[in-house]
DNA sequence: GCGACAG
DNA sequence: ATCTTGTCGC
């Protein structure tokens, strides 16, 4: 486990935040197939917060895309970087994600976000700003459909609809499990969506999320009471003579 | 102005 | 995200 600090240049204020998202927007490509489903290496990352603490703990989980096995994880705690806003998760979320990801033994491959892609309202979600920062293939996978719209996929799993913004297709409602709530998929960065919608099928053989965003929620939650729980150092108070 | 709103 | 036990159902 790595501790993070938030980098000196970070944004303070949401007008900050939105013009560093309105630079970025122009490296992302989306011209990429991206790597193909089911093989090398794909890495779930995710983030649990002890906000009164002012803890965050992030987790990245490298799975074998063909069995699903891990084959490694990194952890990495830091103080909180940004409140949540909606539209401006990311900077709430990245400096400890890429500590995280820096820590990996091995490279990363594609990035599986728990959050939006290009569905975003200035398509610049928090897997499009993770991928023009490590410069790696990303995708995201949302539990909600944020403030897009959709018509319901038909009930079997691998059946999905558009996600809407007005009239644009941001992203898909895919169903994973039949009878169940999709999962809203978009693309971060050098891939597709046909292609992220292939990733999050080929990564939910059990369950409606994928297993790395599984994996890593899981290990993010451990990481974090690890950090403020019994036994976690406490920094030395800090104090004038 | 008010409400909604990834995590 | 997080606060939180049991419970209904396959």
Same mark, same amino acid.
């Given at each position: 486990m790595t501790t993070v600090p938030i980098p000196a240049d970070w944004p303070t204020t949401e007008d900050e935040a939105r013009a560093v998202q309105d630079e970025l927007r122009a490296r992302v490509v989306l011209d990429e197939p991206g790597p193909p489903p089911g093989t090398g290496h794909v890495t779930g990352v995710d983030v649990a917060y002890d906000d009164a603490r002012d803890v965050v703990a992030a987790a990245a989980v490298v799975l074998d895309a063909a069995t699903l096995d891990v084959v490694a994880e990194a952890t990495a705690v830091g103080r909180i970087s940004f409140p949540y806003v909606p539209g401006l998760l990311a900077f709430r979320e990245i400096p400890t994600v890429l500590a995280a990801l820096d820590a990996l033994p091995r490279p990363p491959g594609l990035v599986v976000c728990d959050g939006y892609g290009l569905a975003h309202? $200035? $398509?610049?979600g928090l897997a499009s700003h993770l991928g023009v920062l490590t410069g790696l293939p990303t995708i995201g996978v949302a539990k909600n459909p944020f403030t897009f719209t959709y018509d319901a996929p038909a009930a079997e799993r691998g059946a999905s609809a558009p996600l809407l913004a007005d009239t644009e297709e941001v992203g898909r409602a895919l169903r994973t499990r039949t009878g169940v709530k999709p999962v809203f998929v978009s693309v971060g960065h050098r891939t597709t969506l046909p292609t992220a919608c292939a990733h999050t099928l080929a990564l939910t053989p059990a369950y409606r999320l994928p297993e790395t965003t599984r994996r890593a929620d899981a290990l993010c939650r451990r990481a974090l009471r690890e950090a403020v729980g019994p036994g976690a150092e406490h920094p030395a108070p800090p104090h004038q003579d």
């Open positions: 309202p $200035r $398509r610049f």
